[in-house]
């Protein structure tokens, strides 16, 4: 049984630093709409969180951020002035809306 323990934690680690590399290497592109790219990235979190690798939820917020291309460069700024932190589910509802807007 503890070797089968063992497997199981190199396992969980190996998955925790494969995530990690995704997560860290994401970026938004022209093939998807910003919703499905923030869900994602959302995901991986929960994955990591769920084999103990926590990530605050400020963090994850200009995690997303970061993974924006230079066209939300003005989205970045305004999130910045505010002085209220976002969640990740106002984070996407407010990326929703400037997609839409920068599509037209």
Known sequence: MKAIDEKFVSSNKALASTLMKRLSS??????????????????????????????????LVHFILNSLPTKYGLFKISYNTYEDKWSTNKLLTMCVQEEERLKH
Do not use: Q, W, Y
Request: glycine fraction near 2%; charge should be negative.
């Open 26 to 59: 994401m970026t938004l592109d022209r093939n998807r709409i910003v919703h499905e790219h923030i869900m994602e990235m959302n995901d991986i979190a929960g994955k990591l969180k769920s084999l103990e690798v926590d990530m605050s939820e400020p963090f």
